[in-house]
């Protein structure tokens, strides 16, 4: 399971994080985006190496970037003055890379966190990389680019929500854990929903709408095994392992959904009028 969570993490420290910027604030961020990269490759490099001082160090510098990044979000909010539900989503996508930062910090130097073991730890990573970072990101773009109404106001209130209810649930027990992917996998559900009937619609070629197709399947079925997880967890009825929630639910989430959505919505957003 290591090698494959670590290429996941990989995958959003270096890739999806920095496009996904681009798409948030082409002009604000295009600085932040492009050197990104060089930001991510010591947390990137940290993954495979031994926990100690060393992968410590390397993780602390990636925990920085993104400490800066989640203070982009009052600047940004102090110049919108606005709380509409896409800007909710935005706000959450700049805040999300830094609790995966600090638990990165915090399992590659060995040491718990608030109580929880460095295998919770390691998962947190890529969680609030990819259920954090690019599904409210996404949830952002689609409430900004669908028709107007309930379910894309839901989508954008209630990714960020379920992601915060998820995180709080590792405070306070499971249920509550299962009440935040209630929420977050409604949310993401609507986000599928609107991308098939909505943007893919619209997109013009068919490249294009196949990323789009493919990021919207993916969510409905990986979703349900968060949820299948989750109620395991809190009921105690038989559920996957992380291990297999690892090679199907985290892996189908960083390629089918998040890395297929950043690529559509970068041809969205280039394409001509």
Known sequence: MTVLVNLIV???????????LRLIDPAGL????????????????????????????????????TLALALRAPVRLARTRSLAPPEIAVLTALTAPSVAGTALVAERTGHGLFGFDLEILALT???????????????????????????ARWAAYSVPGGTLLVL?????DDWAELAGALVLTSGMWAVALLTWRQIRADA??????????????????TML???????????????????????THGLGNALGF??????????LKESPA
Do not use: I, K, N, Q
């Not at 709080?168 to 306070?172: D, E, H, P």
């Open 10 to 20: 990989t995958l959003g420290m270096l890739y999806v994080v920095p496009a996904g």
């Open 30 to 65: 295009r600085r932040l985006a492009r050197y990104w990269p060089l930001l991510a490759a010591p947390g990137a490099v940290s993954l495979w190496l031994p926990r100690g001082p060393a992968a410590g160090t390397l993780a602390a510098l990636y925990a920085a970037g």
């Open 125 to 151: 990573v890529p969680h609030f990389h990819f259920a954090g970072f690019a599904a409210a990101l996404v949830a952002g773009l689609v409430c900004r680019a669908a028709a107007p109404g309930p379910w």
């Open 168 to 172: 709080a649930g590792y405070f306070v």
């Open 204 to 221: 013009r070629d068919r490249y294009t709408r196949a990323l789009l197709s493919t990021s919207a399947a993916v969510l409905a079925v």
């Open 225 to 247: 095994l968060a949820l299948w997880w989750a109620l395991g967890e809190a009921g105690g009825v038989p559920h996957p392992t992380l291990t297999w929630m690892a090679a």
């Open 258 to 267: 998040a890395l297929c959505s950043v690529l559509a919505w970068r041809r």
